[in-house]
């Protein structure tokens, strides 16, 4: 696959138009905040940075459009 139309790689596995684009794609990213008590006042939240993110990635590959058939060996 040429390197222009790589939109995003999984190990060695790169995606693309041309081979194993995928179907469906999300992320979601967590934020840790931690609630600090103040005197004579409310309490307030304090940002403790990021928290755990994932990303799913879901579709098809076919056998004949992967370089590498090993890679599609199912667990």
């Known amino acids: 696959m040429q390197p222009g139309l790589v939109m ?8 693309g138009m ?15 905040w931690n609630e600090v008590d103040r005197i004579g006042r409310e309490p307030a939240l304090q940002y403790l940075g990021p928290g755990a993110q994932e990303i799913a990635i879901e579709g098809v590959i076919y056998r004949k459009r992967c370089p590498n058939p090993t890679f599609l060996k199912s667990a």
């Open 8 to 15: 995003m790689a999984l190990g060695s596995f790169r995606f």
């Open 18 to 32: 041309t081979n194993g684009a995928y179907q469906k794609f999300s992320r979601s990213a967590g934020y840790r």
